[in-house]
């Protein structure tokens, strides 16, 4: 039990200024013996009207108080309040007032028993990081709570050194961190690793969990052993909210609109016309499907104005037996609608020799999605008594998009089309998709001081996570337009409508034993643990193909929607002969032994090692007869690390680390599979059974300097070495043909250097920081070219260069800026938050200089929130306010820059993609007990 | 003792002078020979082979024999005993491809010129149909006037060879879906039939009918990457088009993906040599064929209906180096013949293809996309000569797409027919790269609607309206009595490009197939 002292300087001071008008002033600095600033504590002056909420600085001003005596309270939440009293002599006297807290020992006792302070604070926050034993950075709940952010998606890229990939909505999806792509991070909750609802791979969609369950984000960018080894880039730790001290209700409801829907109509489709299950899956596999046994409604759209967005959030939390057991139910529930409007160029590669991207068709799509959020979560701890104590988590997570994707197609390759005369070859396609997502993950977990010198903890988990992609359905039409008259319009052939579905499963067990025997000293340890966990997947894809009978139905004459067309089924058993039809598995075995050592006081090392046993492999369902139709890969990794903080004083660290870790190959990547094979064009993907793990060292360096609790400054920089980083890359396989496959192509490295800069002045906060990052990594690629470059008569040859490139998805240059301002008093919160990424590769062409980049963005985000009364809150928030376009680009000029198309203006690279979200409008009111 | 004395002399007496009679009637006849047949009948079926052994007395010696037969071939070999009174010989003999009682005539002639004829009967049955089981082939040969019957997919394995002698059938009984067989050629595939007993691929013939044009039943010919050599002569395949699924070995070596329909043949190696001439690839449900990678000649073959909403007659891809010519195409849902080197292979990336001396009739109807070619299509990175072809009233003419290697193409002298506005409108496509006017083009023949009509033998072309052929439904086959042929006074003659420089021949199992010259005609066929 820890008894704390605050003081609260009072000197007065008289002041020899001019006989003004002025009314004297109160002020000072509510500082803890830290000097750490108290934050929203209150001072108050008796019987009068002035009061004052201690600034973010720590520092607070009265003024205005009359001449004569005055009792001044000093009070803040889990403390006993203080009065002092000032006699006021003049108008222009300034007082400074010094007070001392001291902790309510009431409140304390439960404080300790719970084992947590001031759940969601930025304090906690930035004490986690402070204190940690591995570089991390830490976003509090508060600071969420107070952001424009809605999921945890949007949370993380306020985190220095993360970027992010978005999905069509534009909605952030994935982090990177420093460069390292989705692949090279894990993400947990609780410190638990969940399963992916992924159909391929093992990363987590973070838009899937609201921000609003989330007590604290952690994002850990070095590993200790205690650490599961398989990041490179690093961990995305979400602290689901636990119960506090007392009895906390929280709720908050949010209504909002999108611009993209005031200027245009939402597309919709009935979702309840959508099969989950195919003919296949329900009469069997030699059933003929009839085109009865489909649904034709999914595909009839309707055009409407869309509902407001709907957000809510509730959590109750208490502690019952004497605070022995503590009960935190949360559940959130957002229902939001969400819109692109986006232009495509498809691009082909001149294979003359120049490789400039030829456009091929210009693309005019809107997205229109409906997005449904469900989480819920209890979070529970019991202390059987002051040694032994038992916590239970369970959550569910589950995200459903419902997707028209509309497109307008317009054939570039010819010379018919012309924009200025409005001649074009046209099609048309209308997807609508249903992506089902769910996680759940259920945690017991056991901390026991087994004796004065021995801590245990364990955890028994079970997680799943499944993800449905029920009747994927395209409508495909062809037009034409001459003159800007638009041609009759008939129903294309070959139009897939496909299902997937993937269920992962987790059990895992963790066990740690802490030792602390008296010769190793008070601040000491040596702990030893292990985790086992069973992973296993499924996945299923089905896929049917239609075609018009009779061929030729036209728009207007023969049909007017999508129900009226009649149709015919190509495959009638369904074509479940893909690779994606396969189980993995995944059983890892892991231990370890770490020791925290304080030498010399000032020196503090964490190290060890971990040694991580994988088995991973596959079984296809309908293996074809020249594959291996399962496969496991059993390799054993130790990792060695080592970290080392050393305190300059109380306010610098300088902390170095070195780790190793892995990447493991994607569940699907190790697949045998071959796809998109069918001598159409674009190149077909094949997977690598040969598939190794990539291994990296890593290095970092970090100088810390916090001039207080609130304000810090972290500089840092970082060194990888990836060996056998797992890229795509153009290959030619067995026959000679040119695919696309997962390889091990040599070794990557990135470096980089990290800013992080946090600093308030009373009311105005600013957080910045900025990360450069740097990586490399050299691949084949595919060049066409004359075979005597000389002679343009001479055959066409495929050449297979290297090239030298950043890492997919690294921004050399990545920013963010925070600016806040906060009055307590009036119970204010202003935000206006800036993302700038750098430009970053999206995606990796086959063929020489044509990888797509994304063009460097900068995005505004602004929050406002208003008290009104003691429990309510008023909020606004605005999300991308400048409306940033996302685009993307190719680093050449394309084939044809004399010819006129929409958006193509550079000279020095071709457009390929402009995507606008428009901006998000949302309103709440927040209720806290 | 003395009575036999007595009767001996007198039994000299007699026999003396009849000695002496004997030897002095030196002119008298011996008689004529005798020849008998160790198999009085001959029991066989179309084209098998029979050896009968004769047995021939001649006692006025032995001089010839000979055979003839009012049916089948029949030789005569190992004779012995020329010049003696006894003698033999074998008879050998192949049965006819018809059934029936046919006869062997022999004729034996004697140092007297005796002439002795002797018939052997022949009795010609009916051949029972050879069912071939599922899997790997292993049969080297498939024996002429035999039906084959599949029963299930088939395989020619790797490193092994079929030889298919004329007048084969092979009969792939499939109902359309995914389990419906094909013939997977892994190793090397020659099918030799002969321009009166061609080898036909097809299906029974309860099921040859209008309804099953574009039913696309069985799976075609699926030549994978390790098929070396792959020669079509006379050889028909039908019927073809079923979609490809689980156990198809095209689809296990990703040929196609599952629910794609197969192809009436597809040749994936970018090594291998395919000949491919006076065959006929007809009634498919999508391309006729396919050829993705490889050497190739493909001259003087017929494509009927290939496609039911899309699809090509000829569709080649990737690498290929060859000839095109001589083809005649009717009716195919898309292009006739088309080249690009999508999906390319790293030593052979460029696709290089000389079409000319080529016919499509009535082509690109049935597409559901618009401006995607009707005639002939050369595509990305495509290069080659384009000469000396005939387009009758097809969607759109030669269509070059601009990421051709428009340089290194050589094109004109085309005759374009049409009897629509919207046809001669795509003389020159619009969704293309040429002009009229470009490259070679001002040599083609070509006027308004309903002008420059070749003038084939027996084919209406006036009158055509493409809303006829547009519906698969209502197609029927393609009558009998047609000819292509063209008339003395038609405008497609004398107005070709010859001289040529051609591709090399190619060698194939000892035989050379070399690209035919280019002729002074438009079209495939000049006149009759």
């Known amino acids: 039990m820890r008894k704390r002292f605050y003081t609260l300087f009072l000197v007065i001071l008289f002041s020899s200024a001019t006989g003004s008008l002025m009314a004297a002033i109160v002020k000072g600095k509510l500082l803890d013996e830290n000097k750490d600033p108290m934050i929203g504590a209150h001072v108050i002056v008796k019987g009068g009207k002035q009061y004052c909420i201690v600034g973010l600085d720590g520092s607070f001003s009265i003024s205005g108080l009359p001449v004569g005596s005055h009792m001044v309270t000093a009070s803040f939440v889990g403390y006993l309040a203080q009065e002092k009293e000032v006699t006021i002599t003049s108008n222009d006297q300034i007082v400074v007032l010094e007070f001392s807290l001291e902790q309510d020992q009431k409140m304390l006792n439960e404080v300790v028993v719970l084992g947590s302070v001031e759940g969601g604070s930025e304090l906690e926050a930035r004490n986690s990081e402070r204190n940690s034993s591995t570089v991390m950075n830490v976003i509090s709940a508060r600071a969420i709570e107070i952001s424009p952010d809605i999921t945890v998606a949007n949370v993380v890229q306020r985190v220095s050194g993360v970027s992010l990939v978005r999905n069509s909505n534009g909605d952030p999806q994935y982090a990177i961190i420093r460069g390292m792509d989705k692949r090279y991070n894990y993400t947990l909750v609780n410190g638990i690793k969940i399963p992916s609802p992924d159909e391929k791979n093992r990363y987590i969609p973070l838009d899937i969990f609201p921000a609003s369950l989330l007590e604290r984000l952690e994002v850990s960018k070095t590993l200790t052993p205690d650490m599961e080894g398989d990041a490179v880039g690093g961990v995305v730790n979400m602290i689901m909210k636990n119960a506090a001290g007392q009895l906390t209700v929280k709720g908050d409801v949010q209504v909002g609109y999108n611009q993209i829907f005031i200027n245009r109509e939402f597309l919709k489709f009935d979702k309840k016309a959508v099969d989950y299950q195919t003919p296949y899956d329900k009469y069997g596999p030699i059933y003929q499907a009839q085109i009865t046994d489909f649904s034709k409604k999914n595909l009839d759209i309707t055009s409407v104005k869309p509902l407001p967005d709907i957000l809510g959030s509730v959590s109750y939390g208490n502690r019952f037996f004497k605070g022995k057991l503590g009960v935190l139910v949360a559940g959130s529930f957002q229902n939001s609608y969400r819109g692109t409007n986006s232009t495509w160029f498809k691009v082909a590669i001149d294979t003359k020799g120049s490789n400039a991207p030829s456009l091929d068709e210009l693309q005019e799509r809107t997205y229109s999605t409906q997005q449904e959020r469900y989480a819920f979560h209890i979070k529970s701890d019991y202390a059987l008594n002051q040694r032994n104590k038992i916590k239970l988590y369970i959550g569910n997570y589950a995200l459903k998009n419902s997707q028209t994707r509309d497109m307008m197609v317009s054939q570039l390759d010819a010379r018919y089309y012309s924009a200025e005369d409005g001649n074009a070859i046209l099609s048309f396609k209308t997807r609508t998709q249903i992506v089902q997502q769910n996680i759940f993950n259920t945690t017991l977990q056991g901390d026991h001081q087994l004796a004065s010198f021995i801590k245990m903890n364990w955890s028994a988990v079970y997680s799943n996570a499944t993800n449905k992609q029920p009747d994927n359905a395209q409508f495909e039409t062809n037009g034409s337009l001459t003159n800007f008259e638009q041609g009759p319009v008939t129903v294309e052939r070959y139009m897939p409508r496909s299902w997937q579905s993937s269920t992962e499963q987790d059990y895992a067990g963790y066990l740690n034993l802490i030792m602390k025997p008296d010769f190793l000293g008070p601040q000491n340890e040596i702990s030893f643990g292990g985790m086992y966990r069973k992973k296993d997947r499924e996945n299923f894809y089905n896929k049917y193909s239609f075609d018009p009978a009779p061929p030729t139905q036209t728009k207007g004459v023969d049909w007017n929607t999508f129900s009226d067309v009649t149709l015919i089924v190509i495959n009638p058993q369904g074509s479940v002969y893909d690779a994606l039809n396969y189980d993995a598995h995944e059983n890892v075995l892991d231990y370890y032994v770490q020791g925290k050592f304080q030498l010399f006081q000032k020196v503090n090392v964490v190290g060890g090692f971990r040694v991580e046993n994988t088995d991973q492999g596959y079984t296809l369902r309908f293996p074809p007869s020249n594959v291996e139709p399962s496969l496991s890969q059993i390799y054993t990794d130790i990792l060695p690390s080592v970290s080392v903080k050393y305190k300059l004083n109380d306010q610098m660290n300088i902390r170095s680390s070195y780790f190793k870790s892995i990447s493991r190959p994607g569940y699907f990547e190790i697949v045998p599979y071959r796809r998109g094979g069918d001598q159409t064009d674009g190149l077909p993907e094949i997977g690598n059974p040969e598939l190794k793990h990539a291994r990296a060292h890593n290095v970092d360096l970090r100088w810390e300097y916090f001039p207080s609790n609130f304000d810090q400054i972290l500089i840092g920089a970082f060194y990888k070495k990836i060996l056998d980083p797992i890229e795509y890359a153009s290959v030619f396989d067995a026959t000679g043909s040119s695919v696309i496959q997962p390889g091990n192509y040599g070794t990557a490295y990135n470096w980089g250097i990290e800013l992080d800069y946090t600093k308030y002045f009373n009311k105005f906060g600013v957080k910045a920081n900025y990360t450069f990052t740097n990586s490399t990594i050299t691949t084949t690629k595919t060049l066409w070219a004359r075979e005597d470059p000389n002679d343009q008569s001479s055959t066409l040859i495929q050449l297979t260069p290297n090239q030298t490139r950043p890492l997919q998805g690294q921004a050399k240059h990545i920013g963010n800026l925070v600016l806040l301002y906060k009055d307590q008093k009036s119970g204010t919160n202003l935000q206006l938050a800036f993302v700038y990424t750098g430009e970053r590769i999206e995606s990796i062409s086959p063929y020489l200089d044509n990888d797509s980049w994304v063009k460097p963005i900068l995005q505004l985000d602004f929050s406002a929130e208003q008290r009104i009364s003691k429990h309510f809150e008023l909020f606004a928030k605005i999300q991308n306010l400048l409306n940033s376009p996302y685009e993307v680009i190719i680093k050449k000029q394309h084939l044809l820059p004399e010819k006129e198309y929409k958006l193509q203006t550079s000279y020095s690279s071709t457009l390929i993609r402009r995507d606008e979200y428009y901006q998000s409008y949302r309103l709440g009111v927040r209720y806290t007990l | ?528």
């Open chain 2, 1 to 528: 003792m003395k009575q036999l004395k007595l009767f001996t002399l007198a039994l000299l007496t007699i026999s003396l002078p009849a000695y002496f009679w004997s030897c002095s009637s030196d002119e008298a006849t011996p008689p004529a020979p005798q020849v008998t047949s160790d198999k009085p009948t001959l029991n066989l079926v179309p084209y098998q082979d029979d050896v009968a052994t004769l047995t021939i007395v001649a006692p006025a010696t032995f001089e010839s024999i000979t055979a003839v037969a009012d049916n089948g071939v029949v030789t005569v070999s190992d004779i012995t005993g020329t010049g003696t009174k006894t003698a033999t010989a074998k008879l050998n003999y192949t049965a006819p491809d018809i059934t029936g009682n046919f006869k062997i005539t022999v004729t034996i002639t004697d140092k007297a010129n005796q002439i002795t004829t002797e018939d052997v009967n022949v009795a010609v049955t009916a051949k029972a149909p050879v069912t071939l089981g599922a899997g790997n082939i292993t049969l080297a040969k498939l024996e002429k006037g035999t039906t084959y019957i599949a029963a299930g997919g088939l395989v020619i394995p790797e490193g092994s060879t079929l030889t298919i002698e004329e007048d084969v059938t092979v009969i792939f009984d499939g109902d359309g879906t995914a389990t419906a067989p094909e013939l997977t050629v892994k190793g090397k595939l020659y099918s030799y039939g002969t321009a009166q007993k061609p080898v036909k691929f097809t299906i029974p013939v309860a099921k040859r009918i209008k309804a099953n044009i574009f039913a696309g039943l069985w799976g075609g010919i699926q030549a994978t990457d390790k098929a070396t050599e792959v020669v079509l002569l006379y050889t028909h395949i039908e019927y073809a088009g079923a979609p490809a699924g689980p156990g198809n070995p095209s689809v296990d070596n990703g040929m196609y993906e599952d629910g794609a329909a197969r192809y009436g043949l597809l040749i994936t190696n970018p090594e291998g040599k395919f000949v491919m001439q006076h065959s006929r690839i007809a009634y498919t449900s999508d391309d006729g064929m396919r050829v993705v990678g490889g050497t190739v000649l493909i001259t003087n073959n017929i494509y009927e209906l290939n496609g039911r909403t899309g699809g090509e007659s000829v569709n080649i891809k990737s690498g290929v180096k060859g000839t095109v010519a001589y083809n005649f195409a009717y009716r195919s849902a898309t292009n006739a013949y088309k080249w690009s080197n999508a999906s390319g292979f790293a030593a052979t990336p460029q696709t290089d293809v000389d079409a000319y001396n080529n016919t499509a009739v009535e082509c690109g109807w049935r597409q559901t996309k618009s401006g995607r070619g009707g005639s002939l299509n050369i595509e990305k990175a495509g290069r080659g000569q384009c000469y000396n072809n005939l387009s009758v009233n097809c969607r759109f003419g030669v269509r070059v797409v601009s990421d051709a290697d428009i340089d290194n193409l050589t094109l004109g002298y085309s005759l374009y027919f049409g009897t629509e506005q919207v046809m001669v409108d795509e003389f020159y496509p619009t969704a293309g790269a040429i002009v009229k006017g470009d490259k070679e083009t001002n040599m083609d023949v070509v006027g308004l609607v309903g002008e420059k009509d070749p003038k084939f033998e027996a084919y209406t072309l006036t009158g055509f309206v493409s809303a006829d052929v547009k519906d698969p439904a209502v197609l029927d086959f393609m009558p009998a009595s047609v000819d292509f042929h063209v008339k003395s006074d038609s405008p497609a003659l004398a107005k070709g490009k010859t001289g040529l420089t051609l591709k090399p021949a190619i060698v194939i199992d000892g035989k050379t197939y070399s690209a035919p010259v280019a002729s002074n005609f438009i079209g495939a066929f000049g006149t009759k």
